[in-house]
């Protein structure tokens, strides 16, 4: 079965320092992955997704996640945090049968970003 | 902005009421996905729907149903509402069934008093 673990349920960075939050999956099969933020009181956004093409994926905002499957990883990362960046994150396995394609996602990773 | 509209963004009501939820999905997609999010299950996935047919259901009660109708909006029927229905009810669109990407809604915040 697919699943997906995000490693930690709250990082705390300072603004200008990098971002890591951790996550791993559980595929029988190519998985396809995503990140998704969602802000305070606001929608799911897509940061970025996985569909076996490049390992190393970037997406908006300056974020970009790099598979790995020898570790079945799947870690978002940004080189220096904005205030702006304050969110949730949820980290993302689509599961494919043909006729749908339904999301599982992980407990998400509340990012707090320190002036 | 997705593309994807869903009302009310606020929905206040008892226990054992019903309640109708809505979406639209972005012009051209086919597919509309249910998400329910809430603080003791996360977010987790109902139901999907495509050109009018169900395609798959996952954790949906029994007292929730879904259509989708010929212009391709859906409605999401949540009944005999329990406090335990509280809850932020996404919707996603994509173009097909396939690996293509979701786009969410920006929600309907449940509220069961």
């Known amino acids: 079965a697919q699943s997906v673990t995000q490693l930690d349920s709250h990082v705390s960075v300072s603004e200008g320092t990098p971002v890591l939050l951790r996550c791993n999956y559980s595929?029988?099969?190519?998985?396809?992955l995503f990140w998704y933020v969602q802000h305070p009181n606001k929608g799911l956004q897509l940061l970025l997704k996985?569909?076996?093409?490049?390992?190393l994926v970037k997406g908006i905002n300056g974020f970009e996640a790099e598979f790995k499957k020898s570790e079945t990883s799947f870690h978002l990362t940004k080189p220096s945090a904005h205030m702006s960046d304050a969110a949730e994150y949820f980290c993302v396995v689509s599961v494919w049968r043909g006729a749908t394609n339904k999301l599982i996602f992980g407990t998400g990773t509340l990012l707090a970003v320190q002036p | 902005d997705s593309g994807v509209t869903q009302t009310p963004k606020h929905l206040i009501t008892a226990t054992g009421q019903r309640v109708t939820l809505r979406c639209s999905p972005r012009?051209?997609?086919?597919?509309v996905y249910w998400y329910q999010q809430s603080l003791d299950q996360g977010l987790q996935f109902l139901i999907h729907y495509y050109n009018g047919e169900e395609r798959a259901k996952g954790n949906i009660l029994e007292r929730f149903s879904a259509q989708q109708f010929p212009d391709l909006h859906s409605e999401l029927n949540l009944s005999s509402l329990e406090l335990g229905d509280s809850a932020l009810y996404f919707c996603?669109?994509?173009?097909?069934?396939?690996?293509?990407?979701?786009?969410f809604g920006p929600g309907t915040r449940l509220l069961v008093l």
């Open positions: 595929s029988s099969y190519s998985p396809s």
């Open positions: 996603a669109s994509s173009s097909g069934t396939g690996r293509e990407t979701q786009y």
């Open positions: 996985y569909t076996s093409a490049a390992t």
């Open positions: 012009s051209g997609d086919l597919s």
